[in-house]
């Protein structure tokens, strides 16, 4: 049975809301792309910085997708809509999480994600390191050897994958300092605007796991149920514009971060 986060508040009314009061050497690049990635080159990343405006909704799902076609962005659905994976990274003391918090102005987090099955060797892998600079982000994708992610995974199965990849040592070095320390799984749909410089995504089914460092078994999960997270990504020189077309959004604007969502949820304010 899953346990709900409605009582944490996860969009904005409980302790979230609270606490919200208060170039690299050459590695092999994730070979596939993001809804939002260009090539450079020849890698595949993200635009330099970009913006990301989160919005959240208990809405009908189907309502949601609804609203989107028919805002005057002209928005239609592209790609297949998927279920993402994440397992997040954070030092013993829970830095990244922290930091995120109290909204610090330069902060990053680190995820391994894949697509499709929680259980099993999925095709692809990829080590992302998100890096935000006051409202703009941009990530980093590295292609990780795949692995097995099942019941009973620990911290040496990781560092092993690890080993197996071809990663800057900058990479490694950080990643030495990190722990197991949440995943997260949910079904992404995807859409952009008919002058291809806007993309919406819809996030739902939302659901958590905490991770110890050995041993997982996987139980426990934590959900929100009907919670929706609608995010809104464009490059850093549209924000002007970005700003008419959020407001014609029938959604509340949210500080919104799974990964403390998460931490909140599963920790029972460990770290707080």
């Known amino acids: 049975m899953g346990r709900a986060l409605s009582k944490l508040g996860l969009f904005g009314r409980g302790a979230l809301a609270r606490l919200a009061l208060h170039p690299p050497p050459p590695a092999r690049r994730s070979a596939v792309p993001s809804a939002l990635a260009v090539s450079r080159g020849g890698v595949w990343q993200e635009p330099e910085y970009r913006y990301e405006r989160k919005f959240a909704t208990h809405s009908d799902p189907r309502e949601v997708a609804t609203v989107i076609r028919t805002h005057p962005g002209h928005f239609r659905e592209v790609f297949a809509a998927r279920q993402i994976n994440n397992i997040y990274l954070d030092s013993i003391d829970r830095r990244a999480f922290h930091d995120n918090v109290i909204g610090l102005d330069r902060r990053q987090k680190t995820r391994i994600r894949w697509y499709g099955e929680r259980f099993g060797t999925p095709d692809r892998m990829t080590l992302e390191v998100k890096k ?33 990849s071809t990663l800057p040592p900058e990479i490694r070095i950080d990643l030495a300092e990190k722990e197991l320390a949440l995943l997260n799984s949910y079904q992404r749909r995807y859409f ?13 089914n939302l659901e958590f796991w905490r991770l110890s460092q050995h041993d997982n078994r996987v139980l426990g999960r934590y959900t929100e149920p009907g919670a929706i997270v609608v995010e809104l990504k464009y490059d850093a020189n549209l924000d002007d514009e970005a700003h008419t077309l959020s407001k014609l959004f029938p959604f509340r604007l949210s500080r919104n971060s799974k990964y403390v969502a998460g931490i909140l949820a599963t920790s029972s304010g460990v770290f707080s």
């Open 132 to 164: 935000r600079v006051s409202l703009v982000g941009t990530k980093e994708s590295y292609a990780l050897e795949p692995f097995e992610f099942s019941r009973g995974f620990s911290i040496g199965d990781l560092e092993r994958a690890l080993e197996r």
């Open 192 to 204: 952009v605007s008919r002058d291809g410089r806007y993309r919406v995504t819809i996030d739902g």
